[in-house]
T-cell receptor, first 113, second 116 residues
Framework: AQSVTQLDSQVPVFEEAPVELRCNYS??????LFWYVQYPNQGLQLLLK??????LVKGINGFEAEFNKSQTSFHLRKPSVHISDTAEYFC???????????FGKGTTLSVSS | GAVVSQHPSRVICKSGTSVKIECRSL??????MFWYRQFPKQSLMLMAT?????????EQGVEKDKFLINHASLTLSTLTVTSAHPEDSSFYIC????????????FGQGTRLTVV
């Protein structure tokens, strides 16, 4: 069975600092991996996705993630965060196209000045 | 990108009444739609999967008679919360997969349901 573990429930950082949000997954087969951002009382916005090919994936708003098959990880990074990046971030996985995404519990990123 | 419109964004209803939430794919055909429920400060829990023209498949623990899902067309799915109670208060989010691009799901804006 698939599962997703987001290792940090809350990550507080200062503005312009780098940040890494960690995500590990468990699956015995090939996977598709996603990062979504959610602002209060809103739906999910796709930041980036890994389907195949290059393991370094670049997304919107300056975010990137690296797929590491040996460590079963897909950590999200941003070299310099803004106050506006404060939100909830979800890592998600599925192994078969067309099936539902399985989500991690989320990481709250809080950016302060 | 593909747009999924969910309506209403917020609804308050009295205990014992029913509420219908609509999820529409605006610019693509959604062969599969998913309904999630999100409790405060928690992750999204899959409630059910619906394919156009067939009955929804519910996850374990989800009451299919309470949460009625209809996917009558390739652009519309509805979730009806029947005989709502305060414990049904939650944030409900739909997502849709396109026929042509089924490696990605597109999400609606969510519906905040409050049962009083």
């Amino acid at each position: 069975a698939q599962s997703v573990t987001q290792l940090d429930s809350q990550v507080p950082v200062f503005e312009e600092a780098p940040v890494e949000l960690r995500c590990n997954y468990s699956s015995s087969v090939s996977v598709y991996l996603f990062w979504y951002v959610q602002y209060p009382n809103q739906g999910l916005q796709l930041l980036l996705k890994y389907l195949s090919g290059s393991t370094l994936v670049k997304g919107i708003n300056g975010f990137e993630a690296e797929f590491n098959k040996s460590q079963t990880s897909f950590h999200l990074r941003k070299p310099s965060v803004h106050i506006s990046d404060t939100a909830e971030y979800f890592c998600a996985v599925n192994h078969q196209a067309g099936t539902a995404l399985i989500f991690g519990k989320g990481t709250t990123l809080s950016v302060s000045s | 990108g593909a747009v999924v419109s969910q309506h209403p964004s917020r609804v308050i209803c009295k205990s014992g009444t029913s509420v219908k939430i609509e999820c529409r794919s605006l610019d693509f055909q959604a062969t599969t739609m998913f309904w999630y429920r999100q409790f405060p400060k928690q992750s999204l829990m899959l409630m059910a999967t619906s394919n156009e023209g067939s009955k929804a498949t519910y996850e374990q623990g989800v009451e299919k008679d309470k949460f009625l899902i209809n996917h009558a067309s390739l652009t519309l799915s509805t979730l009806t919360v029947t005989s709502a109670h305060p414990e049904d208060s939650s944030f409900y989010i739909c997502s849709a997969r396109a026929r042509a691009v089924n490696t990605e799901a597109f999400f609606g804006q969510g519906t905040r349901l409050t049962v009083v």
